[in-house]
T-cell receptor, first 117, second 112 residues
Framework: GAVVSQHPSWVICKSGTSVKIECRSL??????MFWYRQFPKQSLMLMAT?????????EQGVEKDKFLINHASLTLSTLTVTSAHPEDSSFYIC?????????????FGNGTRLTVT | KQEVTQIPAALSVPEGENLVLNCSFT??????LQWFRQDPGKGLTSLLL?????REQTSGRLNASLDKSSGRSTLYIAASQPGDSATYLC???????????FGGGTRLMVKP
């Protein structure tokens, strides 16, 4: 079946540094990728939607200059947390789909645990 | 704006029990509803997807129902096992673009 690989699975960084998270579709072309954030004991919240070759669409309240999303190819999207702060510590999950419409399946990565010290 | 609520937030049952997880949503104009499982610190595993035109889906010991008009879905787990312990999330898609709105999840613990 379709697989989405997310890397790294966890990362610890110092406040003020930037961290890049990769999301790859391994056996399908992901026309659209989604980035979610999950704080402890809370549900997932959609951060942004990225379509290959175009700018990402950010949800209200998500700073696009802080969370840089690049979807340069049909198999790779990256999320860069710039100038990370402790409040950015969270679990980040990407998902990808290769189709549009109500029958299109979503495939999720295993997530990245970011801790900012 | 779509809001998704899951009740209960946490549930602890002995092994072998049949159980029901509830999901409600405020905007009934959905394209589909999905149930996911999330193990601690892990990503999501899709369990069942119900299209808006469907009323239920079954996979093994899992059965999900959908009542769009009342804005409700239930996930029925038969003969629960300790391996079923996880957080179960429901999510709705309002615009066929796979931009899901998630519920808060139900943390299930099945005790041996």
């Amino acid at each position: 079946g379709a697989v989405v690989s997310q890397h790294p699975s966890w990362v610890i960084c110092k406040s003020g540094t930037s961290v890049k998270i990769e999301c790859r579709s391994l056996d399908f072309q992901a026309t659209t990728m989604f980035w979610y954030r999950q704080f402890p004991k809370q549900s997932l919240m959609l951060m942004a939607t990225s379509n290959e070759g175009s700018k990402a669409t950010y949800e209200q309240g998500v700073e696009k200059d802080k969370f840089l999303i690049n979807h340069a190819s049909l198999t790779l999207s990256t999320l860069t947390v710039t100038s990370a702060h402790p409040e950015d510590s969270s679990f980040y999950i990407c998902s990808a789909t290769d189709q549009q419409g109500i029958y299109s399946p979503l495939h999720f990565g295993n997530g990245t645990r970011l801790t900012v010290t | 704006k779509q809001e998704v609520t899951q009740i209960p937030a946490a549930l602890s049952v002995p092994e072998g029990e049949n159980l029901v997880l509830n999901c409600s949503f405020t905007d009934s104009a959905i394209y589909n509803l999905q149930w996911f499982r999330q193990d601690p610190g892990k990503g999501l595993t899709s369990l069942l997807l119900i299209q808006s035109s469907q009323r239920e889906q079954t996979s093994g010991r899992l059965n999900a129902s959908l009542d769009k008009s009342s804005g409700r879905s239930t996930l029925y787990i038969a003969a629960s096992q300790p391996g079923d312990s996880a957080t179960y999330l429901c999510a709705v898609d309002n615009n066929a673009g796979n931009m899901l709105t998630f519920g808060g999840g139900t943390r299930l613990m099945v005790k041996p």
